[in-house]
């Protein structure tokens, strides 16, 4: 199996992934062999494997998007760019759901196709020892709609402001230890923060 899927390397995808698709020509090989065909076993079985690897390529990985879904991705793509153009800044999952008659979910499942399928062996990042495989199963659109959501309102705050946020909430540092390193009180650090909090949660709606 391993010299099989070695064949199929360098097309962007992880050998993990590939070796997933080959194990799944194997089974289909399995379940369609006749032993009395007058081939031995292996002989059939891989150009089965390959054939399944190539179609799992072909459609994009094992989860194939609808055209409607990249017809979507396309105009979610030209309203952003407008909109970026107009208001310079991107636009919220409600700006583009309101502007193009879609729900948010239908939003953000169009805007997510258009990223590369993860592995499932992939490290969960900030988890030890956890893969994507270990955390799925949970209904994740809310989270996601609010990562997108968040990472907007992140890009709005100047740079010492984005700092501020992302230290506390992202790298668990305490005010004291940001005060130090940009020069300013433990007070003006805990004023700052109140204030970048509370422009964020109205700008979002009372989302975040």
């Known amino acids: 199996m391993k010299y099989i899927v070695k064949r199929f390397l360098g097309r962007g995808v992880e050998f993990d992934d590939l070796f997933q698709w080959g194990c799944l020509g194997?089974?289909?090989?399995?379940?369609?062999?006749?032993?009395?065909?007058p081939v031995q076993f292996s002989t059939y079985a891989v150009p089965v494997i390959m054939g399944e690897i190539r179609r799992c390529l072909r459609d994009d990985g094992p989860i194939h998007v609808s055209r409607t879904i990249h017809e979507q991705a396309r105009r979610i793509d030209?309203?952003?760019?407008?909109?970026?153009?107009?208001?310079?800044?991107?636009?919220?999952?409600?700006?583009i759901a309101e502007a193009l008659d879609m729900d948010r979910e239908a939003v953000v499942l169009a805007m997510n196709s258009k990223k590369q399928v993860r592995s499932l062996s992939e490290p969960v990042r900030g988890e030890t020892g956890l893969r994507l495989m270990d955390v799925l199963g949970a209904d994740t659109m809310g989270r996601v709609d609010n990562r997108l959501t968040l990472s907007m309102l992140l890009r709005d705050l100047t740079d010492q402001e984005r700092a501020i946020i992302v230290r506390r909430y992202f790298q668990s540092h305490?005010?004291?230890?940001?005060a130090r390193d940009m020069g300013l009180s433990q007070v003006q650090v805990s004023r700052l923060e109140s204030r970048i909090i509370k422009r964020m949660r109205e700008k979002a709606g009372g989302e975040v």
């Open 174 to 178: 305490t005010q004291t230890q940001i």
């Open 78 to 95: 030209q309203y952003a760019r407008a909109y970026e153009a107009e208001h310079h800044c991107a636009p919220d999952i409600g700006d």
């Open 26 to 37: 194997l089974v289909k090989a399995i379940d369609r062999f006749d032993p009395d065909y």
